[in-house]
């Protein structure tokens, strides 16, 4: 091998590991739900799924499991509670668990770490419930498709979990209620941004009402609507 031969492949390996590592990201499907799941940050990027009129009743685990499905490189390392390390967090479902209560298999799904985040308790039991009761009552009248996940823009609340469970704590989450036509095109939206925060309770939802457009921004995630849509 000549000098100058030397020169570039050194160049060009000094190239390659000066460039950023590209994130391993997970597209799962649980039947029931969809997660993106990013391995490095041992969370989920997104949650979708459809809902239709509730006729499930299948009771909710009484614990939270690891997921089984996915590696163990791209979840928490635990699934003891947040409030064991840090009083006034939960762990909070990102798909809602009674919206998983088809059958048993569905609902403890629901209850892998890989779909949980930490949360405010005030936020978990507050706006971010309202919002999931929104779409409980939107299933009754049309088939609905919800959309959402943690903020990462603007980087993490705080490091509260990195050390018991290998997570950060997002600022955010935002969601997306689509009213869905037959042909499951969107024929209304309703979408949020609520802060990860004691503030962020049930009376308060509506101050975290965002349009599409806002939303796609903020989660760097396309919206499947028209723009009529996406910038009510």
Not at 174 to 187: M, P, R
Request: aromatic residues 10%; glycine residues 6%.
């Amino acid at each position: 091998m000549t000098r100058i031969s030397t020169v570039l492949l050194s160049a060009f390996f000094t190239l390659v590991a000066s460039l950023p590592a590209q994130a391993e990201i997970i597209e799962k499907s649980y039947t029931y739900f969809n997660l993106t799941i990013d391995c490095d940050r041992r969370s989920a990027l997104k949650f979708d799924y459809s809902l239709t009129a509730d006729v499930g009743s299948a009771a909710r685990p009484s614990s939270f499991t690891t997921d089984p499905t996915i590696p163990a490189r791209c979840q928490q390392t635990s699934t003891a509670s947040y409030a064991s390390v840090r009083s006034g967090w939960d762990r909070g479902h990102l798909v809602m668990s009674n919206h998983m209560d088809i059958n048993s298999t569905a609902i403890a799904r629901a209850n892998y770490m890989s779909n949980i985040m930490p949360q405010t308790s005030t936020m978990n039991q507050g706006a971010w419930l309202r919002t999931e009761e929104i779409a409980e009552c939107y299933r009754e009248y049309s088939k609905v498709r919800v959309m959402g996940g943690p903020v990462w823009a603007g980087g993490a609340l705080n490091t509260y979990f990195l050390s018991s469970h290998g997570v950060s704590t997002p600022r955010s989450y935002w969601k997306v209620i689509l009213k869905l036509d037959s042909y499951g095109n969107a024929t209304d939206a309703i979408g949020w941004i609520v802060p990860n925060n004691t503030a962020a309770t049930k009376s308060n939802v509506n101050s975290y009402l965002k349009s599409i457009a806002d939303i796609e921004a903020a989660s760097g995630y396309s919206i499947p609507v028209s723009d009529s849509f996406r910038y009510m």
